[in-house]
Nanobody, 125 residues
Framework: QVRLVESGGGLVQAGGSLRLSCTAS????????MGWFRQAPGQEREFVAA?????????YADSVKGRFAAFFRDYTQNIMYLQMNSLKVEDTAVYYC?????????????????WGQGTQVTVSS
């Protein structure tokens, strides 16, 4: 079984920065890609960022492009980060990390096999 645990959420003023962490443990696949999603109250869970198994390929939702960056801490892939800069009030949501079998970074949440419990990010004006 795979376990994902997010951390690093909190309250920050608009324009500030946060770094989220996602720690993977358990019987992970030999090659897996990961992603970040978020869900605001009353809204669907939406894609934020995805990273390939090598870490060499990433892509982002248009709303966060240029402000957010997803990366692995090292080659073991056990810890993935989401660096969030220039935060906006509309970035307020619960942020989830997800893991899937396969090397390719994928945007659709339907292709992810495991999810973390989420961490709250609140951006104040």
């Amino acid at each position: 079984q795979v376990r994902l645990v997010e951390s690093g959420g909190g309250l920050v003023q608009a324009g500030g920065s946060l770094r989220l962490s996602c720690t993977a443990s358990g019987r992970t696949f030999s090659r897996y890609s990961m992603g970040w999603f978020r869900q605001a109250p009353g809204q669907e869970r939406e894609f934020v960022a995805a990273i390939s198994s090598s870490g060499g390929s990433t892509f982002y939702a248009d709303s966060v492009k240029g402000r957010f960056a997803a990366f692995f801490r090292d080659y073991t892939q056990n810890i993935m980060y989401l660096q969030m800069n220039s935060l906006k009030v509309e970035d307020t949501a619960v942020y989830y990390c997800a893991l899937r079998s396969g090397r390719t970074a994928v945007q659709s949440k339907d292709f992810y096999d495991y999810w973390g419990q989420g961490t709250q990010v609140t951006v104040s004006s």
